[in-house]
């Protein structure tokens, strides 16, 4: 999906971060070395692999983002990495699958799990629209501020005060 956008934009970069998870033995080359052989040559200076980033480092690329994408084919629990870019007001593209459709809550952020085609689509419609990214931000905003640790303990809170009273009055 990126090389058809970089093809369109020599300016556009691409920054893969991550690795895969101690606790996974791999077997044969990693995930990151695939994807690092399969980027194609005319646009391999548009690409950085950075590996594992520890917090201080996270923060720092994700604030330099224009765009966090995050094209999970599954998630067992919610992302932290997404919850990390969200907090910062980053606009996200994040597949459709049901753990992003519970934390991400404006449509404009998610493609077709899979689709070469849908994610290349909302990657130009979000890349070309300065107002769209700019709703994408504040949407991810709130959307941190839904899951913040002051506002779900309130609602534990809540949620054990009901769970009393209605132990008390019945």
């Known amino acids: 999906a990126f090389a058809q956008v970089a093809a369109e934009d020599p300016d556009v970069r691409l920054v893969i971060a991550g690795a895969p998870s101690p606790r996974h033995q791999e077997h044969g080359p990693s995930y990151v070395d695939v994807l690092r052989e399969r980027v194609p040559a005319k646009i391999r200076r548009q690409v950085q692999f950075v590996g594992f980033l520890p917090d201080a480092s996270l923060s720092k690329y994700v604030g330099l983002a224009d765009l966090v994408v995050f094209p999970y084919a599954l998630a067992i629990a919610s992302s932290g990495a997404l919850a990390w870019a969200q907090g910062a007001g980053r606009?996200?593209?994040?597949?459709?699958?049901?753990?992003?459709?519970?934390?991400?809550?404006?449509?404009?952020?998610?493609?077709?799990?899979?689709s070469v085609e849908s994610l290349v689509e909302r990657l130009r419609a979000i890349r070309r629209d300065d107002a769209l990214r700019a709703r994408l931000r504040a949407a991810s905003l709130r959307d941190a501020e839904q899951r913040s640790w002051d506002r779900v303990s309130s609602e534990f809170i809540d949620l054990y005060r009901r769970l009393l009273q209605s132990e008390h009055s019945g």
């Open 91 to 114: 606009a996200v593209l994040v597949s459709d699958i049901p753990t992003f459709r519970h934390d991400v809550s404006d449509p404009a952020s998610f493609f077709r799990t899979g």
